[in-house]
């Protein structure tokens, strides 16, 4: 095995010429429109992809992302190399035996998927549809011309969500219930002198707060540029006062989406739940992180932001066009949802 610090010199002097440079046949840059080049490559037996993003040139290995910067990002100014964890491309190329991934815990109650626990009024839930308007998220292409794109998908889900759980007996509030932003003034909301996609989050945060939401569920469908990625996961932070309780609504909804999705008979990967940090290079995400540099006014409560499926992925993308399945994913997070309320206190 290589060392680490060796493979990170020569792939950011690999990085620093252009990714023409690499060696490796150049392969299909998949469906994701942001990857404006891509290259497959063989190291050390490990199998690599070199992609080059319009503000980043990115390298995969098996265990870590290497990250050069070509414009300045929220967490790196242009020309800084970054590296991130990825462990999971290796588990889901298959080149961890499924005995090598770490079992499911144990005497965790499943989460009956189909079964929405009956509130009383009393609690109220913030339902956020990730993205909108421009800001479309992770879009998928399929051979017959049809496009599906995550804005629309995340909306659909979150508005079938709010009629289960209202059904249900829990006050439900969305951030948004057309395609459009929240930010919908171009209002700076978070002081910075500037109006773009962190002050729409500002926007989506401030409405859980002042609604005084007992928990904030942002709904998403995961995008990523290796197209082979696939399954579902569920994001928290684990640096509030009130984590404990975070990673317990995020373990629930992580169950309840993937009993939900495997009883409707797709065997998505349960890829389990995971950090904001572990994510996002030692960054929060601004729904649901503390109160720290970068996030004016953070959300107050428990916040997840569930990953359904990969729209990147053809497999999951095929299922995320089929209305059993997003009727399937509702009825998860719903589930999962009034569950939670059902016992946090
Ligand atoms: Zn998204």
Not at 161 to 184: C, P, Q
Not at 253 to 277: C, F, H, N, P, W
Request: net charge negative; aromatic share 8%.
């Amino acid at each position: 095995m290589v060392k680490l610090a060796t493979m990170v010199r020569f792939l950011l002097a690999a990085m620093s010429l252009s990714l023409a440079f690499v060696w490796g046949a150049a392969f299909s840059t998949g469906q994701n429109p942001a990857i404006r080049e891509a290259h497959f490559v063989m190291m050390n037996g490990l199998p690599m992809a070199a992609q080059d993003y319009h503000s980043v040139f990115v390298v995969r290995a098996q265990r870590k992302v290497f990250q050069r910067w070509k414009q300045k990002t929220l967490w790196a100014k242009s020309g800084k190399a970054t590296i991130a964890d990825d462990g999971d491309i290796a588990k889901d190329a298959g080149m961890i035996p499924a005995e090598a991934a770490p079992p499911s815990p144990p005497d965790q109650p499943a989460v009956n998927a189909q079964t929405t626990v009956p509130g009383d009024g009393s609690r109220l839930v913030v339902l956020d549809p990730g993205h909108g308007a421009e800001e479309v998220g992770s879009v998928y292409r399929f051979s017959d011309g049809v496009v599906l794109q995550e804005k629309n998908l995340n909306l659909d889900i979150a508005l079938r969500v709010a009629a289960l759980l209202k059904d249900a007996g829990y006050r439900v509030v969305l951030t948004r219930d057309s395609d459009s932003g929240v930010n919908t003034q171009d209002l700076d909301l978070n002081g910075d002198d500037e109006v773009n996609v962190r002050d729409d989050l500002q926007a989506r945060v401030d409405i859980a707060n002042r609604e005084e939401a007992n928990v904030l569920v942002s709904i998403h469908c995961n995008g990523f540029g290796y197209s082979y990625l696939r399954g579902t996961e569920v994001y928290y932070d684990e640096d509030r006062s009130f984590s404990a309780n975070n990673e317990r609504l995020a373990e629930i909804v992580q169950r309840s989406l993937v009993s939900s999705i495997r009883d409707a008979g797709y065997e998505t990967v349960d890829r389990g739940i995971k950090t904001d940090v572990s994510v996002l290079q030692g960054e929060h995400f601004y729904l649901l992180g503390p109160a720290v540099e970068g996030i004016a006014r953070p959300s107050q409560m428990p916040a997840v932001i569930g990953e359904s499926l990969f729209l990147t992925n053809p497999g999951d993308a095929a299922q995320l066009r089929s209305d059993v399945m997003i009727e399937a994913i509702a009825r998860g997070y719903a589930a999962a949802i009034s569950h939670y309320l059902a016992t946090d206190r």
